[in-house]
């Protein structure tokens, strides 16, 4: 089954967000159907902090090491395109294609000491250019756009989020992704308003999954709390082995 076609099922398409080659493998164990990378969990990995601290060759390697050694469906987070420049973020998604990556995430938000939004109508122009090259070039690939309102809880939330959608819908996008999004009134009058899959994304206060099936959400992605859980994980199991001076704990 294609990308995209996942995105038109009964039910949601549950992304397992991987960070590297033994989490793609786990995922794949569990019968996932696609696996997503999560750009924060890859970063802290490498010794970054998210928001493209980390280089896109850093990315690459890590991408390319994943899909030799996975046979699921592979998208990349690339956060901002690691670049504000139109060809250079279309030289960064052929690339990944090259790989047999089959999706990106894309994000109109940046850090530059703090995260912030970028110009809406520029950023859908970027999105625009980015697809009319890549379709020049036969590339076929899912672009998911993140809106990063609610993620930043912008003035205005709902509608601000609705003029982006309605931006990056114009512009070509496949998918929408909004972030940090919880209240089923808001989930709804996104789905509602948007001929486009909506993706929604791991939160503490999220719906199940089955709600979001009923609301129409048609992707669920997990982000990047997996990866910082298990490394909680780590800390107090080795914290357990100093206490106890033992290993008993972990067997």
């Not at 699921?72 to 690339?78: G, I, Y």
């Not at 709600?211 to 048609?218: A, C, D, Q, R, V």
């Amino acid at each position: 089954m294609k990308f995209k076609d996942l995105h038109n099922q009964n039910k949601p398409l549950l992304i397992a967000n991987v960070w590297d080659v033994p989490s793609a493998r786990i995922a794949e164990e569990l019968n996932f159907q696609a696996i997503g990378t999560s750009s924060s969990a890859i970063a802290s990995l490498l010794g970054y902090k998210d928001g493209e601290e980390i280089t896109f060759s850093e990315l690459e390697y890590m991408v390319k090491r994943i899909s030799k050694n996975s046979n699921l469906l592979l998208s990349v987070d690339l956060e901002s395109g690691y670049s504000r420049n139109v060809e250079e973020i279309f030289r960064h998604i052929m690339k990944l294609s090259d790989f047999g990556v089959v999706g990106i995430n894309i994000e109109d938000s940046i850090v530059d000491k703090r995260r912030t939004l970028l110009a809406a109508e520029k950023f859908a122009q970027t999105i625009s250019e980015v697809i009319e090259n890549l379709q020049k070039e036969k590339i076929d690939i899912f672009i998911n756009v993140r809106t990063d309102t609610f993620l930043l809880d912008v003035p205005n939330t709902i509608e601000e989020t609705k003029k982006r959608i309605k931006l990056y819908e114009n512009a070509g996008a496949n998918g929408i992704f909004v972030p940090c999004i919880e209240q089923i009134s808001d989930i709804e009058e996104m789905v509602n308003y948007t001929r486009l899959p909506i993706n929604v994304m791991c939160t503490p206060k999220l719906p199940d999954f089955d709600t979001l099936k009923n609301l129409g959400i048609k992707r669920i992605s997990m982000g990047n709390f997996i990866f910082d859980k298990m490394y909680g994980q780590f800390k107090r199991k080795t914290e357990a082995i100093l206490n106890q001076n033992s290993f008993k704990s972990i067997f």
